[in-house]
């Protein structure tokens, strides 16, 4: 038997094996009693000790010569670094974040640092960053994410803000969707492998197996551009629809409901504010335009027949109405998820079993599990003493515009003056929109400083690289919401090169800018801290001490089934439990909206057609999330390489679409829209909607052949467009872009992405 270890990541857990003398991974493999384990396992074996991995501490050679400040080379592919030890390097990152914090105050540090890191609840990559930043007086920070941005702003004003924590904790489960629905209507679908992914992973995957039960006696409709992203043997009627128009779709479905009496008005006039400004809108009353099925009709591609019958289906039975998160990743998309609250609403079941509105079923795997989240030990972060913030999406916008006024949430913010961004757990040039805005973003910078396990495209971008240990090289502790068992991570291999764990870099750091993060612990002690805090905190579950929990590695998690929370409360009792709202009810025309006279976001939803309509630009691209890896993660891993087509990330085409273009399977494609060009390899099939086509986001920006394209391997986001979802909520509208696709016959230049940058002696 070869030595073996287990370990977790957002897709899941699993075993690792290691060569004999236990010194490399050489297989990672799901446990057996995983149901549906994530195929993204497949990448942490060839990932671990790929050439991509950083080694030691580097220095841009320009940065070292030039000393901070701004620089346009900043990414260039023939960039180079210059490697140091450990003491030298921490002496630089100290000595930069003491000049920037002493010249230009705390605020010019940058240290909102988005992204997933990894699981793991002391190596958390953000709460390490932060505390650390906290303790040598603080940073501008981000609020809200990528995932669902501006959903995270608007409902609150809708249903209020414990409303949202219920919508996303305790949403009609799966098991109430087998035992009362009768329809289910997901908005984006309800892909399996989004379901592979919750943060902090799951000990098993279960939701494919929910989703089997509950679609033996419910009808899954899934509304769609693509007609997998449902699966197969779930039996779903798929309806196409066009995107970025369901808030069309929805109008015409809530119409239907008011002119054929199918609305509930009791619920309405008990339980909800502003109903009659709806009623008036869909008429036509107050816009001259009746959303009839018959006007969604072409603005959808549904049918008006499909629309109504739809809705009277809706109304005769026990209905579920759910959007996923990709709904509002789009420019205005914030009114899709308005408008299907709204068509919940009107059909009168918030707060019913198995009925009403859900926001993450096919977007997280944990949704609607049932299962009340217990609280799981956490690494304290200390507190900020700088107000500045952005909504993480503004990143662009805040270093290209120093002192700038955007609007947000009916405020404004004033943009701080950055000199130093501090990344640690995230891959903006993964997630950002607009890549090639980023890197002029990024060149404004004085310094940029990034910790990774990988040269990825902004570790590339950094002009220093603090290389640090991966969950396979650092003890830590794991489990997903509403798990069924806390999970220990235990040191399978040691770090590679010179890679540290970052609680030993900040250590460091924090004692040479004469303060403490570590508190005379070491990172072992701190697990047991953080673990035995948690056991012995009020509300925490019996759990043994912490080393009869490592001895065995991993405790079970009780799981309690949630019971009907707030919305069945409140649709109980109104009066006795109202929403956290202005009225205490569900707002469906919001006064404070109305008030905040924003030019794209009004009192009640509305739909307004996509702005972006250049006839140049005729398809309609969906930027979708990765089946075989996490975002960017791994992308060099053997899964994740088993998807890629011409040695690059696919794009998929309507078999009309590819033939109209003269491309065939395996084909490279040259993709244009308005911000950028990329090479893709062609897939062709009939699951999409002619004129839609897709490809998944996290391909690996390289930007190495500008003269053929912005990134050759095929990273969507040199396509995406880097402004706002709306003046409300200043989120990301990475899920679509306006493209031009076209047969690539030129040289096809070798994907460069993953390989580390050339090192330089001095
Ligand atoms: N166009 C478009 N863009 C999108 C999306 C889309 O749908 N369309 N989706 C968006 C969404 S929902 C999200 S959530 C974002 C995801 O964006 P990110 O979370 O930034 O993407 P990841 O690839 O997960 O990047 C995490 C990085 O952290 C590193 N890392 C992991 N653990 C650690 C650690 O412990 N320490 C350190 N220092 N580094 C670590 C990994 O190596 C990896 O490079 O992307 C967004 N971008
Ligand atoms: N395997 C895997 N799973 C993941 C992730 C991953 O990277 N890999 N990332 C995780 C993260 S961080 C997040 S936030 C979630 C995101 O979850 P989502 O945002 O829900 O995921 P997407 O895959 O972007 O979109 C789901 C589907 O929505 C459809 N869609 C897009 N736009 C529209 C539209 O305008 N209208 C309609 N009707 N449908 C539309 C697309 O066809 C797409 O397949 O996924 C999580 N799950
Ligand atoms: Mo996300």
């Not at 919508?167 to 629905?181: F, G, I, N, Y």
Request: glycine share 10%.
């Amino acid at each position: 038997m070869p030595p073996t270890g287990q370990s977790s990541a957002h897709w899941g857990t699993f075993r690792v094996e290691l060569s004999p003398d236990g010194e490399r991974v050489v297989a990672a493999r799901p446990f057996p009693n995983d149901p549906d384990a994530a195929p993204a396992i497949g990448n942490v074996a060839s990932g671990q000790h790929h050439r991509s991995r950083i080694a030691r501490p580097a220095v841009r050679r320009r940065w070292l010569r030039n000393g901070p400040g701004p620089d346009a080379r900043r990414g260039a592919p023939d960039d180079e670094y210059v490697e140091l030890d450990w003491d030298d390097a921490l002496d630089l990152v100290a000595g930069e974040l003491a000049r920037v914090r002493d010249t230009h105050g705390n605020s010019a540090i940058y240290g909102g640092s988005y992204g997933w890191g990894s699981a793991g609840r002391f190596h958390h990559a953000q709460s390490q960053l932060h505390r650390f930043l906290n303790a040598i007086g603080g940073y501008t920070s981000s609020v809200n994410d990528y995932s669902r941005g501006a959903s995270l702003v608007l409902l609150p004003h809708l249903i209020g803000r414990d409303g949202m924590a219920e919508l996303r904790s305790r949403p009609p489960s799966w098991a109430q969707l087998a035992e009362h629905t009768d329809l289910f209507l997901s908005f984006g679908g309800l892909r399996r492998s989004n379901s592979w992914v919750v943060p902090g992973g799951a000990d098993r995957h279960t939701g494919s197996e929910r989703a089997r039960l509950a679609a033996a006696s419910t009808h899954l409709v899934s509304l769609s551009a693509q007609r997998d992203d449902v699966l197969d043997e779930l039996g779903a009627q798929w309806i196409g629809v066009r995107p970025g128009t369901d808030a069309a779709l929805i109008f015409a479905l809530i119409h239907t409901l008011v002119v054929e009496g199918l609305a509930d008005d009791d619920f309405l006039r008990t339980h909800t504010a502003g109903a009659e400004r709806v009623r008036a809108y869909v008429r036509g009353e107050s816009d001259g335009t009746p959303k009839t099925p018959e006007w969604a009709a072409p603005l959808t591609g549904v049918t008006a027949s499909t629309i109504r019958a739809l809705a009277r289906r809706a109304a005769a039975g026990r209905t579920l109405i759910n959007v996923t998160y990709s709904l509002q990743r789009h420019r205005g998309g914030e009114q899709a998820v308005f408008a299907a609250l709204t068509l919940a609403a009107f059909l009168g079941q918030i707060g019913l079993p198995g009925g009403g509105f859900s926001h993450g079923y096919g977007s997280m795997g944990d949704y609607g599990n049932g299962f009340e989240q217990v609280p799981l030990p956490t690494f304290p972060q200390g507190r900020n003493p700088v107000a500045e913030f952005i909504p993480c999406a503004r990143i662009s916008d805040l270093l290209l515009h120093p002192g700038a006024r955007i609007p947000y949430d009916g405020g404004t913010l004033t943009l701080p003056d950055i000199r130093l961004a501090y990344w640690a757990g995230g891959n903006p040039f993964h997630h950002h929109q607009d890549l090639r805005r980023l890197e002029r973003a990024f060149a404004r910078l004085d310094t940029l400083i990034v910790h990774e396990f990988h040269w990825t495209p902004t570790a590339r971008h950094a002009d220093i690289v603090l290389p640090a240990a991966n969950p396979l090289e650092r003890e830590d502790i794991a489990a997903g919401p509403g798990d069924a068992r806390l999970r220990a991570m235990p040191r399978v291999v040691a770090p590679r090169g010179q890679a540290r764990e970052e609680f030993w870099i900040y250590d460091r750091l924090a004692r040479r800018l004469g303060t403490d993060v570590a508190e005379g612990l070491d990172s072992r002690q701190w697990l047991e801290r953080i673990y035995e805090q948690w056991r012995e905190s009020p509300g925490s579950p019996q759990v043994p001490p912490f080393a009869d929990f490592w001895e065995a590695q991993g405790t079970p998690l009780p799981q309690v089934p949630y019971a009907d929370g707030a919305f069945a409360r409140f649709r109980a009792d109104p009066l006795a439990h109202p929403l956290a709202t202005p009225t205490g009810r569900i707002e469906l025309f919001s006064e404070i909206l109305h008030r905040f006279g924003l030019p794209d976001v009004a009192g009640h939803a509305v739909w307004r057609p996509a702005s972006d309509a250049d006839p140049a630009f005729d398809l309609e691209l969906l930027c979708t999330q990765p089946s075989h890896r996490l975002h960017s993660q791994l992308d060099m891993g053997a899964a994740s390489q088993s998807t890629k087509v011409a040695g690059r990330e696919p794009i998929r085409l309507h078999p009309a679409d590819a033939a109209a273009r003269g491309l065939l399977a395996g084909d490279v494609a040259r993709v244009r829209s308005a911000q950028g060009t990329l090479l893709a390899g062609v897939v062709v099939t009939d699951a999409l909607l002619p004129g839609v086509v897709q490809m998944h986001t996290g391909a690996w920006f390289d930007p190495s052949a500008p003269e053929i394209a912005d990134c050759v391997n095929g990273n969507v986001n040199v396509l995406t467009r880097d402004v706002g979802t709306s003046t409300l909520t200043q989120a990301s509208n990475g899920a679509r872009v306006r493209v031009r696709v076209e047969r690539y016959d030129g040289p096809v230049p070798p994907v460069r992405a993953y390989e580390p940058p050339v090192f330089a002696a001095t």
